[in-house]
């Protein structure tokens, strides 16, 4: 395990930006962001991307939480998986997060079909995935989703790796 950085020590920019996407929701918990704070300027850095998806991205909130929840469960990332980021997801639709449930809009299943397929078995995505993807979503936000996917997908392992949620009891 690699400890997480005690908050009292931690540099004054990388303070800062842990608090700035607790404030915004980007930042549900401060374990992970303070295992990377041992290499600040790339804590700032992975602070900073994250935080974009959740002040300034075009896709909607419960959607990016669907996704995000969904790789959660497949990195099985217990950080993570406990984590809420929106309050438009309900504990019901966490229970039933694939990607072919009613509950779904066609474009959440989308999503959650693409994600799945990321974090799962990404040499199964092929030019027939993005085209479907692209029924549902223009060019950017299928880039936005495939940036924010990939980005939970690493952040969800690396947390496992690092086993933050050790870290955090």
């Not at 909607?60 to 990195?75: D, H, K, M, T």
């Not at 509950?103 to 959440?108: K, N, Y």
Request: charged share 25%.
């Amino acid at each position: 395990m690699i400890a997480p950085i005690d908050s009292d020590d931690l540099a004054p920019d990388t303070a800062a930006a842990i608090s700035r996407a607790r404030r915004s929701g980007a930042l549900s918990s401060t374990v992970l962001p303070r295992i990377w704070a041992h290499r600040p300027e790339l804590a700032d850095a992975q602070i900073t991307l994250q935080s974009r998806f959740y002040d300034s991205a075009i896709l909607p909130g419960r959607l990016l939480e669907l996704v995000r929840l969904r790789i959660a469960s497949i990195n099985q990332c217990q950080v993570c998986q406990t984590a809420r980021k929106s309050v438009d997801v309900s504990e019901e639709d966490i229970a039933c997060l694939s990607d072919d449930d009613g509950r779904f809009s066609a474009s959440e299943q989308a999503a959650l079909k693409f994600a799945t397929a990321l974090a799962a078995d990404h040499l199964s995505i092929g030019g027939d995935e993005i085209e479907s993807l692209l029924e549902h979503f223009s060019s950017e936000q299928a880039v936005e989703l495939g940036m924010f996917a990939a980005l939970m997908v690493g952040s969800g392992r690396l947390a496992y790796a690092f086993r933050a949620l050790e870290a955090q009891q």
